[in-house]
């Protein structure tokens, strides 16, 4: 929800049935970013605000949990904290290729990332850390590049490729609850979703988020 401090009035800004929280807003204001509780886990979505019912973007996947984002100062990507190594870690999601980058590692879980500006041209990552039982604030002084100054981790899963492999469980679906055989015309389509799924590792197309051109 968001609250007008002028006359208290409020506006919902997000539909799930379940847990959306801990939101931040992108530097111009024009897109939200949230952790939401659905599926047994916690993952990330973003909501572009400046268009009225506009469906949020999943930017993360997976069992493990992804929670607490914060926009980075040029809004071109996004910090988080998430388990998926088995302790909780500060992971940098890139909002220009969807690629994830690891941020802190080691014998110790780190959480809540946030942003302090000592200037316009240094800028720090501080969190939480907890480290033999003792819990504490850590800092990273950030670079002009955070995609040079991080590991690169992987991807995210394209979405487009996600689309085939549903239309493809569909259909299989579809065929065992008939009891037909697929036929000619499914085998077709089979081979077709296959093509395009290879197609699509050789020249990965990434739906576009407004943030490609942003430095």
Request: with cysteine.
């Given at each position: 929800?968001?609250?007008?401090?002028?006359?208290?009035?409020?506006?919902?800004?997000?539909?799930?049935?379940?847990?959306?929280?801990?939101?931040?807003?992108?530097?111009?204001?024009?897109?939200?970013?949230?952790?939401?509780?659905?599926?047994?886990?916690?993952?990330?979505?973003?909501?572009?605000?400046?268009?009225?019912?506009?469906?949020?973007?999943?930017?993360?996947?997976?069992?493990?949990?992804?929670?607490?984002?914060?926009?980075?100062?040029?809004?071109?990507?996004?910090?988080?904290?998430?388990?998926?190594?088995?302790?909780?870690?500060?992971?940098?999601?890139?909002?220009?290729?969807?690629?994830?980058?690891?941020?802190t590692s080691g014998r110790f879980n780190a959480s809540f990332p946030s942003i302090a500006k000592k200037s316009?041209?240094?800028?720090?990552?501080?969190?939480?850390?907890?480290?033999?039982?003792?819990?504490?604030?850590?800092?990273?002084?950030?670079?002009?590049?955070?995609?040079?100054?991080?590991?690169?981790?992987?991807?995210?899963?394209?979405?487009?490729?996600?689309?085939?492999?549903?239309?493809?469980?569909?259909?299989?679906?579809?065929?065992?609850?008939?009891?037909?055989?697929?036929?000619?015309?499914?085998?077709?389509?089979?081979?077709?979703?296959?093509?395009?799924?290879?197609?699509?590792?050789?020249?990965?197309?990434?739906?576009?988020?407004?943030?490609?051109?942003?430095?």
């Amino acid at each position: 929800w968001l609250q007008n401090l002028k006359n208290s009035e409020l506006t919902r800004v997000t539909t799930f049935k379940n847990h959306d929280f801990y939101p931040d807003f992108s530097p111009d204001g024009t897109h939200l970013v949230y952790t939401s509780f659905r599926n047994n886990t916690f993952n990330l979505f973003m909501k572009k605000l400046s268009v009225n019912g506009s469906l949020p973007l999943q930017l993360t996947q997976g069992e493990h949990i992804s929670a607490h984002p914060r926009f980075s100062p040029s809004g071109s990507g996004i910090y988080f904290d998430s388990n998926r190594t088995g302790k909780n870690q500060i992971y940098f999601f890139s909002l220009k290729d969807y690629a994830v980058f690891s941020v802190t590692s080691g014998r110790f879980n780190a959480s809540f990332p946030s942003i302090a500006k000592k200037s316009e041209s240094e800028k720090i990552l501080v969190f939480d850390c907890q480290e033999q039982g003792v819990t504490g604030i850590k800092t990273i002084k950030l670079g002009a590049d955070v995609r040079e100054q991080f590991t690169r981790l992987e991807p995210v899963k394209e979405f487009s490729e996600i689309k085939h492999e549903l239309e493809l469980s569909l259909e299989a679906a579809h065929a065992t609850a008939t009891g037909n055989p697929p036929n000619s015309s499914f085998e077709t389509d089979l081979k077709r979703i296959k093509v395009g799924k290879e197609e699509l590792v050789r020249n990965p197309k990434l739906p576009s988020t407004g943030f490609e051109n942003e430095s």
